[in-house]
Structures are given as C-alpha cells and as structure tokens.
C-alpha cells in the first residue's frame, strides 16, 4: 500500500493509493528489535568515535602540542572530551620556554650494523664500519639513555623559522621543566652497494599497513622485515613513548644519490641498464612521502658525497644539478643542506662570498656541520641557521674512552652502551 503524506491547517491527512490488505502495524515487535539495533549501532559508533577522538587527544598532549589537544576537546560533543579541558590547561601551564635556543645539541649517525660477525670480519670495509656505524645494540641502549635523561626530539623548524618579516628567528619550544631538546640525524640512508651482505639493512619499504620497515637479510640467506635501522627503531620507540617526541618531531635523514635512495637504484645517470628504474623510484617516493607523514625531514647530503666546502665550483654546482634532478623529485624540496664529511663553507664566521650565494639561491636555509668537541654549537643571521653535529660512531667512542675533550657523558655513558663485538 502507498502512502501519501502532507499538513494542512495544522491537520495530518493521509491520502492512499493502491491500498491493499496488508498493513504496516506500528506496534509489532520486529519494529522495535529494529530501532533498537539502530539505537545500539548509532551508540557503539558514537563510543568508537569518542575512543579515536580521545586517543588523538593525549597523543597530542603527549608530544606537548597542547594548544592543539585543548582545541580538540573543546570543540566536541562529547562531555568526556570536554572534561579533559581543565587538566590539559593544567599541564600547558607547567610547561616552560627552552631558556637557551641557541644551545640545542645535536646526534648524528650512519646505518647501524646488526651482524656484527659479518661486519666485523676483518675484510676491507670492517675497520671503516667499526669507526663511523654503531651497532644496532649500541642504539637501543643510546636511545634509552636519551630517554631516561629527559631529552625530546625536536624538528629544527619547530625552533628556529622565518618571521613574519621573512627573518630566521629562534622560536619557543615549550616543554615541560626538566625536559631538554636534541636534535637527531642520520647520513646516508641509501643502503650502498659497498654495504650488500655486510650485515646490514638493504632497503626500507613500506608494509601492508602503511608503515615504513626495512627488509634484512640474515647470514643463512633469510630475508626479514622490521626495524633494523635507525629510523625504523625510532619510529617504534616514538609509538611507545610518545613523550620523546616533540610535536611528532623525529629527526633529519641526509640523502645522496649517486646510488639511489633507500636501497633502490633509482639513479637514471648512475644506473640506465636497470630495466625497473621507474618502478624504483616509484617505490623510493612511495617510502619517502610516509616518511614524511611520520615526521622525518630531508635533507640535501649533496648527490655525489662531495666536500662542499673545498670541491671546486664547477663541480659543486653538477653535483646540485645531479641532485635537483635525481633526488628533489623523491624526497621533495628541501631547506636543509647537512654536509658531507662536515665539510662547510666556513669554520665558524658568519656565511659569505660565492659559495654560500648559490647555496642561498638553490633554497638552503638550514646548514649542519660537524663538531664532535663541543655540547652544541649555533649560528643565526636573518638568512639562516647553522648547527655543528656531534658523531656517534667508534671514532667518537674512542675518543671519549680517551678523555681526549669528552662530550657524550651527558647524553650517555660510553662505557655501559658499547658493543663487545667490537
């Protein structure tokens, strides 16, 4: 039977048009079994919304964005939400501004070696791997010192950026007292050939599930995939402890190109034999955009690992050629320029002169040498800011077991996280 329904002057009326003996009974038992499944799908929705809300919430509280925690909670509908308001007030007002922006120190590493009998074996390349990688023991336990010690990673970008002038300025970082800023970085992150069967990771990937993981293949030929290497552990810890991350901040990745990006050969000028080349950088792109998601930022490691600060001119400027061509297109624009061999343009004076002129042009805002004497050292015009880099690597190590101008007992003791493989 149909049903035609209207008002008028107030009235219901019902017209029906090809009525027939069966009709609707308002009151039989299936329309309630009905409306009560509705009602229980619409709450256990609404409950599932809430939960996702929620945890988006504290996530961000925990990376200390609690302006935007507050706004989230809010604004919604939900009166558990907006009950949180008051004790996220709380915990941004026992927040406090970094008192020394210009202090920040700064770790850098290589790929870490997860087989040490097989980088370690005495060939050629183990003496070079045991002076500048770390193990990955020697990370995990590094980056639970860190941990332990208060510190947070930040985005250099979260503490220095251009003003509303156009200006590079320091910003704040607002953190909670006792919590100290570091910046992070690794170098290199193309899985070099030299690297194939070392011990090392071969490529990151991304899962299943949208997640960035490497693949590993062990000592009897059996591939892996996980966190075996620094950006993936670090991903891993960060969605453990979200507090040691400041506003999903994880750190810097240098990139070169000269053979490819993170494990795939996507160099067209390097490699034009190699008949997957586009399906390669297809794959690097695809690794380098969830990167991005992540809160990992790139930048330039020049293309041909060359010394920037006394390569001549001419080839300087091939290289950048190289490396707008062939890199940029995966990896994106980017502001930061991180030195290979911490060779920069200058010691500690302020940037002039040709080099840094065409630096400029080419978009570098953001510089990173190396100093591996001193806590943190930094530099800031209305152009730019600078930051020297302290390695984490044998070398380093060495060093400090050395007492010769020791810097890392505030950051981790040597002795407690070294490897004894090595």
Known sequence: MKFVRWMAAGILVVALAGCSSEQSNPQDPANDDAAAAQASKQAAEEEARVAETKAE?????????????????AKDSSEELTKM???LEDEKAQTVAWETPNQIPHLFFHSLVIDTDRAFDGDNAAQGYKDYMVTQKEF???????????FVLVNPEDFAAEDKKGNMAYRKIMLPE???PLVLSVDDVSYYEYMDGDGFASKLLVDKNGKVRNEYTDAKGKTHVGAYDVTTMIDDFVDEHPDFSYRDARGLVAMTGYNGEFGYRTSASQYPENKNLEKDQKAATEVANAMKEEGWVFASHSWGHIATGTVDMARFKRDMKLWKAEVEPIVGKTEHLIYPFGSDIAHTAKYSGSRYEYLKDQGFKYFYGVDGTIRAWMQQTDNYQRQMRINIDGLQFEKEQRGDRPVLAEFFDVDKVIDPAR
């Open 57 to 73: 919430i504290n996530r961000l509280a925990d990376g200390y964005d609690y302006s935007a925690a507050i706004k989230l909670a």
């Open 85 to 87: 308001v008051p004790g």
């Open 140 to 150: 995990t336990a590094i980056i639970k010192e860190l941990y332990a010690r208060d």
């Open 178 to 180: 006792g919590k100290q």
